[in-house]
């Protein structure tokens, strides 16, 4: 569905990417983890051709980006960015409706409105319908901003750090929201997130991203204490809750010292 290959990339003379190649099938939810500034947030924009990469290549369902459109990559993939600006007078009603956009030739469809609707709902959103963005709580804008990139329908969901600004209900929503998606539309999604319990819960796959690579990208054996300690500097006890493993953050380490002190499980 997506595959990139030996991405590179630079702010400037500022290197951010070095090499990173991964894909994502059909049916997968990744997560990228990775401390603040290791490029998670550079990574989606490369593959939505925000930033173009220096080298390397990016296949969208077997087409080299590259050669594509905004607009017709716009229809392949929904992005829901970190940092949304909203100075729209919309409401959150038609906010979402606007995902429908790429579909929409003249005027919205039944279907479209039908799309609309059941997004709305999954995330608990009707009440708000009416409300303008501005009007809105951080949590409940966020919201807005993922149902809008569902109601899009798009084979690939890229999706960067969604649930940072949301209450721990909200949170399972919203994650379980994606990983429905992308179950019963067969869609691959990328998400960028800090929350790594957050994400052993509901992803498939993990990349774990250091110093513009991949330190280790697999299913849940690539999150161990020693890759906690790696990647985050912090070192943690992994542990088993039933079939889950939860990770627990004991303390922020110098790599040396942490080294010593992990266990493993
Ligand atoms: N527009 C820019 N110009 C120059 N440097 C940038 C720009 N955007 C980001 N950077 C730098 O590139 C690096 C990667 O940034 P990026 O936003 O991709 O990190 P991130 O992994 O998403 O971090 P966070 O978890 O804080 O969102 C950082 O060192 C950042 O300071
Ligand atoms: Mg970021």
Redesign the pocket.
């Known amino acids: 569905m997506l595959a990139v290959d030996g991405i590179r990339f630079a702010?400037?003379a500022?290197p951010?990417l070095d090499g990173v190649s991964f894909d994502v099938a059909r049916g997968e939810l990744c997560s990228?983890l990775?401390?603040?500034?290791?490029?998670?947030?550079?990574?989606?924009?490369c593959l939505l051709g925000i930033l173009h990469p220096q080298e390397g290549s990016v296949l969208i369902e077997e087409e080299d980006a590259s050669r594509l459109s905004r607009m017709e990559i716009a229809r392949r993939m929904g992005y829901v960015a970190?940092k949304e600006s909203t100075s729209a007078r919309l409401t959150v009603f038609d906010a979402v409706l606007m995902g429908r956009r790429p579909h929409i030739n003249w005027g919205a469809s039944a279907r479209d409105l039908e799309v609309v609707q059941e997004v709305m709902e999954s995330l608990e959103l009707e009440d708000l319908s009416l409300r303008y963005l501005d009007q809105l709580s951080g949590g409940e804008l966020q919201k807005v901003v993922i149902a809008r990139a569902l109601a899009q329908e798009p084979g690939i969901m890229l999706l960067?750090?969604p649930t940072s600004n949301l209450d721990l209900r909200n949170q399972l929503e919203v994650m379980e929201t994606v990983r429905r998606a992308v179950a019963e539309r067969g869609i691959a999604a990328l998400m960028?997130i800090?929350d790594v319990n957050l994400a052993l819960r509901f992803s498939h796959k993990f990349m774990l991203?250091k110093d513009g690579v991949i330190f280790a990208c697999g299913g849940t054996e690539v999150i161990t204490p020693r890759s906690m300690l790696e990647v985050y500097g912090v070192s943690v006890e992994v542990e088993k809750l039933g079939e889950r493993k939860i990770v627990i953050p004991l303390q922020a380490l110098e790599a040396e010292k942490g080294a010593e002190e992990e266990r493993h499980v």
């Open positions: 702010y400037n500022k951010v990228i990775g401390n603040n500034g290791a490029g998670k947030s550079t990574l989606l924009k970190q960067d750090e960028a800090h991203l």
